[in-house]
């Protein structure tokens, strides 16, 4: 099988989908026992990080990335507004569909809405959803033509089965994880000690960006019902996201803010924390219904206490005093009873921690990927 993965990303990226694109594109390239040939398109756009991509998300060359050009304004988003994005994109999409008309291929796999206007040339376009909120009359038909969708969770499929699309093309497929890399082999101290964190602290962790919709000020906000020896460690974050968040909550002083570090150092963060912490505001739609975060596995799969929000999305995965504990989502007083639970009881810590390692076993990215090409293959021999 040949498989076009085409994606309007910057890649590599600091940002999470990137990860998920190119450990994707491994797990379909490396798939046993179908063999499957992998062509990941992207645009060809200005980028700061100068490393190559598989060495920078640590994957093996066995997949090929061909960049496209684009007119690439985004740069100057802040002079032009919307259109840098209309034009980026636009351009983008013209280009590869001239690339295409010249490919020999299979399937196109995408996470792109515009690449859903492929669907009535080529028959083989399977859409991995993430959002349907802004639901046009052009989408639903092209989600119409579409040979398979990817849901990311059940309340997504919910949306999306109500917009008309039949139920038996749909498959949920939560994101995954890397099981290896994040469920490495080394004590809390060690891997304090590698990264340079407090040894005679308790320490909390969230590693991602600090949008609003994950939920960091309800995070932020716990740290007085604390008890005082636990500090805050944020890992991830753009430097605008971190300024914005010192001016606008000035005692940050029990708050460690590490910054973006290199994706192959986030399992010792995770490991060297005491609690993992999930907080997800319930404001945003895509929070409560179709998110499926990537930290969520990478959380499971280090082996630590998570505490995360009590939302319909998450839910999906977890289940409280079960695998995790879950607080009332932007509730600090909450949170921060979750978290002193954790923190106060061992016996609680290990069973949820060791219960959600034993979980995340079934979120590999090897295993998604595996079951969406049985369902492309099965589907194709119908």
């Given amino acids: 099988m040949k498989l076009i993965y085409l994606t309007n990303a910057r890649i590599p990226t600091e940002k999470a989908h990137g990860i998920q694109i190119m450990q994707m594109c491994r797990s379909f390239a490396l798939s046993k026992p179908q063999r499957v040939e992998v062509e990941l398109i992207v645009p060809r756009r200005l980028n700061e990080i100068k490393i190559d991509s598989f060495e920078y998300y640590g994957i093996e060359k066995c997949f090929k990335i061909t ?63 993430h959002n349907f909120s802004k639901v046009t009359q052009w989408l639903k038909k ?43 082999d080394i004590s809390q101290a060690a891997a304090r000690q590698k990264v340079g964190l407090a040894l005679n602290k308790k320490i909390i962790l969230y590693s991602g960006h600090l949008y609003q919709w994950k939920g960091v000020i309800t995070l932020l906000q716990a740290v ?80 630590r206490p998570v505490v995360a929000s009590d939302l319909p999305s998450i839910r999906e995965i977890l289940t409280n005093e079960r695998n995790a504990l879950l607080f009332k989502p932007d509730d600090a007083k909450d949170l921060s009873l979750k978290i002193s639970a954790v923190l106060n009881n061992d016996d609680l810590a290990k069973k949820i921690s060791d219960q959600a390692f034993s979980d995340v076993q079934n979120y590999s990215w090897e295993e998604r990927a595996r079951k969406i090409l049985f369902l492309i293959d099965d589907k194709a021999k119908k």
Wanted: proline letters at 5%.
């Fill in 142 to 184: 092209s989600v119409r033509k579409t040979f398979l969708v990817i849901s990311l969770t059940n309340l997504l499929k919910k949306r999306l089965v109500e917009a008309g699309i039949s139920s038996e093309k749909i498959l949920v497929a939560p994101d995954g994880v890397d099981l290896k890399l994040f469920g490495l």
């Fill in 224 to 303: 007085e019902f604390l008890p005082s020896n636990a500090e805050i460690v944020l890992v991830g974050g753009s430097a605008e996201e971190v300024k914005k968040i010192r001016s606008s909550n000035p005692d940050l002083s029990r708050v460690n803010f590490i910054g973006q570090r290199p994706y192959a150092e986030i399992p010792y963060y995770l490991k060297a924390a005491d609690v993992l912490v999930l907080p997800n505001s319930q404001a945003d739609l895509i929070s409560r219904e179709f998110t499926s975060p990537l930290k969520l596995f990478e959380y499971l799969a280090a082996k």
């Fill in 67 to 129: 960049y496209l050009p684009c007119f690439d304004l985004l740069p100057w988003a802040k002079y032009l507004g919307r259109l840098s994005l209309v034009i980026q994109t636009s351009t983008f999409f013209i280009v590869a569909f001239f690339y295409l008309l010249g490919k020999k291929f299979d399937v196109i796999y995408t996470r792109d809405e515009l690449a859903l206007l492929l669907a009535p040339w080529r028959k083989k376009i399977v859409w991995e959803a």
